[in-house]
């Protein structure tokens, strides 16, 4: 029997299945198009998008929708973030479109040597279709989320109500072994990992969010698989007893996922769920900073396991990572 038999995947994303919607106006420049995304994402937009995550189903071999879950060690399974520092800026939650949907995701921003763009990272899931081959639309990240939620009225904007406001993706990067992996499946996991570049933007239009919020370093090798690392896990889950508007954050030791052959990462007791997706996973964090290495993303779950898992950043990611920074429009990495 395959393992794909043995194990429900849950594929932590937020969706909210709703029609097309088609943004009205919007010129061909970079600017213009950034102003047509921020406005693409009004209030009424983004309250319409509601929380479902998926699992996989042996007996239809499909993911379904599932029903929610119910909600003095150095493990913290699932905690708001109190303690301040520089991941409450560089943490934020992603809004993009893909297949006619809205969904919410988590992400980070990256530090990058590039002089007129920023990097973010998130989940290949949060910027790849894989099923239907396609680079999500409308891509939006916003910062520091926690700080200022925006009062989800009928009408004004979103992203003026927040924090430091939105900055939108100019181009995306994914690799090609999540891209080619025809469904999030056992290649999928491997590769869910995904960049954003984006640009001028935020409250005024015209600052690179890393000069507004800093960015966290990265490394492209693995941990150990033993738990002798401890990792810190950071997302806006919108399911359980979260609403998607609170930084919540994991601590436990890093290991191996034992149902993927200890191919991807496994965060024990982490009951971070739908929305948390792409959220950055640290070593070597420091609470009173909040700074840290960044070393994999919040990627997916199994149903009846309370854990998260992740890919384990290598040479393939930092090719991603390298496209981001050169490529001017959006790549499939190979």
Request: aromatic share 12%.
């Amino acid at each position: 029997m395959s393992r794909r038999l043995r194990i429900l995947i849950s594929l932590l994303v937020v969706v909210s299945a709703l029609p097309l919607l088609t943004a009205a106006g919007g010129g061909k420049g970079p600017q213009s198009e950034h102003q047509r995304i921020i406005e693409f994402w009004t209030q009424e937009r983004v309250a319409q998008a509601q929380p479902r995550d998926f699992r996989f189903d042996p007996s239809t071999r499909q993911f379904t929708p599932a029903a929610r879950p119910g909600g003095g060690s150095n493990i913290v399974s699932g905690s708001s973030w109190t303690k301040g520092g520089a991941v409450t800026g560089t943490t934020g939650k992603v809004l993009f479109q893909m297949g006619g949907s809205y969904w919410v995701c988590s992400a980070s921003t990256v530090y990058d040597t590039a002089a007129d763009r920023s990097i973010v990272l998130t989940a290949g899931h949060c910027v790849y279709d894989e099923a239907n081959g396609a680079f999500a639309t409308n891509w939006m990240f916003i910062p520091d989320y926690d700080a200022a939620p925006a009062p989800l009225t009928s009408s004004g904007s979103f992203c003026s109500e927040t924090r430091y406001g939105c900055w939108t993706a100019e181009s995306l990067a994914v690799h090609t072994g999540y891209a080619t992996a025809g469904g999030f499946n056992d290649q999928a996991v491997l590769y869910d990992w995904g960049f954003a570049v984006v640009k001028n933007g935020g409250l005024r239009g015209t600052d690179l969010v890393e000069e507004v919020v800093g960015t966290q370093n990265i490394a492209f090798s693995s941990v150990a698989l033993n738990g002798s690392t401890t990792g810190w896990a950071f997302g806006y889950p919108a399911e359980k007893k979260w609403d998607g508007t609170d930084l919540i954050y994991c601590r436990g030791p890093v290991d191996g996922d034992p149902y993927n052959a200890n191919l991807t990462y496994r965060m024990s007791g982490c009951k971070l769920n739908g929305g948390s997706s792409g959220g950055p996973w640290f070593r070597d964090f420091s609470e009173s900073t909040g700074v840290g290495t960044l070393f994999s993303v919040n990627s997916y779950g199994y149903n009846g396991v309370t854990a998260m898992h992740g890919p384990l950043f290598n040479a393939s990611t930092q090719a991603t990572y390298n496209s981001a920074l050169t490529q001017p429009s959006s790549t499939i990495v190979p």
